[in-house]
């Protein structure tokens, strides 16, 4: 079993800054890739981010040189720093990680989203 929880949303202003948190835990046998996406009331769940194993990183255009991905492996969390926020960026933001459990089986998993509000 491998669980995400995330943390870290909640009501921000215009221009302002927050860190979300994703910790994995459980059968885990090694994380391979870890992304952040994100869904706004009638629009469609985008990518916003992601970090491999090795530590390469990806971003949307409409977040790059705002929003940091990055991670601790000792704790198997993976983190958003998300700086100059602005009203288009609220959504409900969902932790994604593809993982090898210890049953050495390649799984995808999602974390339980948490709520970004950006005030103007």
């Known amino acids: 079993q491998v669980q995400l929880v995330e943390s870290g949303g909640g009501l921000v202003q215009a221009g302002g800054s927050r860190r979300l948190s994703c910790a994995a835990s459980?059968?885990?046998?090694?994380?391979?890739?870890m992304a952040w996406y994100r869904q706004a009331p009638g629009k469609q769940r985008e990518l916003v981010a992601t970090?491999?194993?090795?530590?390469?990183?990806m971003y949307a255009d409409s977040v790059k040189g705002r929003f940091t991905i990055s991670r601790d492996n000792a704790k198997n969390t993976v983190y958003l720093q998300m700086n100059s926020l602005k009203p288009e960026d609220t959504a409900v933001y969902y932790c994604?990680?593809?993982?090898?459990?210890?049953?050495?089986?390649?799984?995808?998993?999602w974390g339980q989203g948490t709520q970004v509000t950006v005030s103007s």
């Open positions: 994604n990680t593809i993982v090898t459990t210890t049953a050495r089986v390649m799984t995808n998993y």
């Open positions: 970090i491999a194993s090795g530590g390469s990183t």
């Open positions: 459980g059968s885990i046998f090694s994380i391979n890739a």
